[in-house]
């Protein structure tokens, strides 16, 4: 290829990318902010995955898409226990024990769970609403598994929740440790609610991944994707 045409490619492959760039619908724009309450669009995941290095752009998306988010103040550490960029836990649904502390990209998986993967399972399965969660925490100075030595959790930064049971509107209560291996719909409703959060945090561990996780979902945000 001559030099001239060289120059002739690069150049309509630049303008073809700034008009598709333009007259990109906003759902497929990877800058325009996260829109919390839209269908998600093919760019969520990415975008989502973006808020873990832009803080800014996680508070930003809370604001284009209209939801209130109450912050906390940081809270600085010397023992890798910093809570940073965190907000109280927005859920659309009752979180017992109330206003859980979570990183800004946890409330952000956690509002994109509730509408597309938790409430659709409970519709599917149980012909019923969610109303509310009850958790083991969310914050938690410590290292993955307890260990006196090891790598911090994920829980050590507020990164992480555990949820032991979904309330629905009439009082019934769906418990991880009680009702996972269910052959009926409470089960299945479970398990479906486990795959459905793998598409919205970055690792999802459950009864089927040890022991340790028999009572509850464990979801997080952090560097490692996993799913089990
Ligand atoms: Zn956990």
Redesign the pocket.
């Known amino acids: 290829m001559s030099f001239v045409r060289l120059l002739l490619a690069i150049a309509i492959l630049v303008g073809a990318t700034a008009l598709a760039l333009f007259y990109l619908s906003p759902s497929w724009d990877p800058r325009e902010p996260l829109d919390l309450r839209a269908e998600p669009g093919p760019m969520a995941s990415l975008k989502l995955s973006l808020l873990a290095r832009q803080s800014e752009a996680c508070f930003a998306a809370f604001e284009a898409s209209g939801l209130t988010l109450r912050r906390v103040p940081d809270r600085p550490s010397d023992t890798a226990c910093e809570v940073e960029n965190a907000v109280l836990l927005p859920a659309g649904i009752r979180a017992t024990p109330r206003d859980p502390v979570v990183t800004c990209r946890m409330a952000a998986a956690w509002v994109l769970f509730e509408r597309h993967a938790l409430q659709p399972a409970a519709r599917k399965h149980l012909g019923a609403e969610v109303t509310g969660v009850r958790h083991?925490?969310t914050y938690?100075c410590r290292n993955v598994n307890h260990a006196a030595a090891g790598r911090r959790?994920?829980?050590a930064t507020a990164n992480?929740?555990?949820v032991a049971s979904f309330v629905l509107r009439d009082g019934h209560e769906v418990a991880i440790s009680r009702h996972w291996s269910d052959v009926e719909s409470r089960g299945a409703f479970l398990r479906d609610v486990r795959d459905g959060a793998c598409r919205w945090f970055n690792a999802v561990?459950g009864p089927e991944y040890n022991a340790a996780?028999a009572d509850?979902l464990?979801?997080?945000m952090g560097p490692v994707h996993t799913c089990r």
């Open positions: 083991l925490g938690n959790s994920q829980h992480a929740i555990d561990l996780h509850h464990h979801l997080d």
